[in-house]
């Protein structure tokens, strides 16, 4: 068992559809990151949210932490097929950074 | 500047075999890491440091063994490799826990 279930797991979907992918937790985590992974590289961060309740916006993509801080969510408008990847939720406590297992993302132009 | 390097990208050891895996990083980051990734998984922490001569065990330390002997390096070994240990290895490094910055992986396979 994860500490950090993400949902969906697999997301295939047309270009310019909405979509959002969640992050759910039973831990506080101090923050919480959103990493971007192509194939065959590592994860690129996208964000980074610290406070309850917070939101913040990357062009197309918004992020939100919980208030409680134990989940997130990301939400893609109109998602292109740049989005395509696998997206990551990792949550940080003390020293150590946990990883959701990840959504894998497709979108079909 | 070149990031996080890692080295090799690719490798087969068959099954008691022991090796490192190189991770160097040149951003004076104090705060270095790594990382198996297997399917469906995610990313699980192997062994992280907070700087030269300190480092802790992560969520799935057994097996391998890690130094700081500098800032810049940070190398992975396995003692002698299983089947179990095949999977793609990444280092990231930061300066603080949060912004971490990956290396482009080394996939290795345990026959």
């Known amino acids: 068992t994860q500490l950090l279930e993400q949902s969906p797991q697999f997301l295939s979907i047309q270009e310019g559809e909405n979509l959002t992918v969640y992050c759910n937790s039973s831990?506080?985590?101090?923050?919480l990151q959103w990493y971007r992974q192509e194939p065959g590289e590592g994860p690129v961060l996208l964000v980074t949210?610290?406070?309850?309740?917070e939101v913040k916006k990357l062009k197309r993509l918004t992020f939100q932490f919980g208030d409680a801080r134990k989940d997130s969510s990301l939400h893609i408008t109109a998602a292109q097929p740049g989005d395509t990847g696998l997206y990551l939720c990792?949550?940080?406590?003390?020293?150590?950074?946990?990883f959701g297992g990840g959504t894998r993302l497709m979108v079909k132009p | 500047n070149a990031g996080v390097t890692q080295t090799p990208k690719f490798q087969v050891l068959k099954t008691g075999q022991s090796m490192t895996l190189q991770c160097a990083q040149d951003?004076?980051?104090?705060?270095m890491s790594w990382y198996r990734q297997d399917p469906g998984m995610g990313l699980r922490l192997i062994h992280y440091?907070?700087?030269?001569?300190?480092?802790d065990q992560g969520e799935v330390p057994n097996g391998y063994n890690v130094s700081r002997s500098t800032t810049e390096d940070f190398p992975l070994r396995l003692l002698s490799a299983a089947p179990s240990q095949t999977s793609v290895y990444f280092c990231?490094?930061?300066?603080?826990?949060?912004?971490?910055?990956f290396g482009p992986g080394t996939r290795l396979t345990v026959t």
């Open positions: 990231a490094s930061s300066l603080n826990r949060y912004e971490q910055y």
């Open positions: 831990s506080v985590f101090s923050s």
């Open positions: 949210v610290v406070t309850g309740g």
């Open positions: 990792a949550g940080v406590r003390g020293n150590m950074l946990t």
């Open positions: 951003m004076n980051h104090e705060y």
């Open positions: 440091s907070v700087g030269a001569g300190i480092t």
